[in-house]
């Protein structure tokens, strides 16, 4: 079993909408979790730390639910700027698990 | 502010030649790792450091060897090239619990 599962997508979503991607984890014993996005053949970048408490970003808010073990991004008024590949990422003691990531096409 | 930096970008070898990718940071983190990334399976960790003198194995190590002398630099060395290694190469650096922070890669080709 994958320590990290993501919905590969591909989400393709008009400008303006609203999309939620969920991630789960396997290690109930996982600490901090993150989601990042990444552009065509490019590296990685953060896009946000999720929180228990639940986090917003402008228009991305992470939620954690650790009873459930997922993490879900949700993204409201999409852009055509927000295509790319979203990762969520699990760490877990000393290393770090990306899940194989989700596409999202905004459509104008 | 550099962050983390990779070298080479690109890199074309035959198989069984060796060759060394490079990844430096800037930012004083204990943390560093390599990962490959291949079409629909996503990030796999080869080799992380905790600290210098530290280093572990991932998911993939087979093939790859790592050391950290620095706190900086992460070396990544490909033993005896093969052609199941053709990837992108990510270098990242974080403090220990995250979130890391990636070199803008290194794409290895081996024919």
């Known amino acids: 079993r994958k320590e990290v599962e993501q919905d590969p997508g591909p989400f393709n979503v008009p400008e303006g909408a609203t999309v939620a991607f969920n991630c789960t984890y396997s290690?109930?014993?996982?600490?901090?979790f993150f989601w990042y996005r990444q552009d065509c053949r490019k590296e990685p970048k953060l896009l946000m730390s999720v929180y228990s408490s639940g986090n917003e970003d402008g228009r991305f808010t992470a939620q954690l639910n650790r009873a459930s073990q997922y993490i879900s991004l949700l993204i409201r008024d999409s852009k055509l700027s927000d295509s790319a590949t979203y990762l969520c990422v699990a760490n877990t003691g000393n290393q770090f698990y990306f899940g194989t990531g989700t596409s999202l096409t905004v459509i104008p | 502010n550099a962050g983390v930096t990779q070298t080479p970008k690109f890199q074309v070898l035959k198989t069984g030649q060796s060759m060394t990718l490079q990844c430096a940071q800037d930012?004083?983190?204990?943390?560093m790792s390599w990962y490959r990334q291949d079409p629909g399976m996503g990030l796999r960790l080869i080799h992380y450091s905790v600290g210098a003198g530290i280093t572990d194995q991932g998911e993939v190590p087979n093939g790859y060897n790592v050391s950290r002398s620095t706190t900086e630099d992460f070396p990544l060395r490909l033993l005896s090239a093969a052609p199941s290694q053709t990837s992108v190469y990510f270098c990242a650096s974080s403090y220990i619990s995250g979130p890391q922070h990636f070199g803008d890669g290194t794409r290895l080709s081996i024919l």
């Open positions: 930012m004083n983190h204990e943390y």
């Open positions: 290690n109930s014993a996982s600490q901090s």
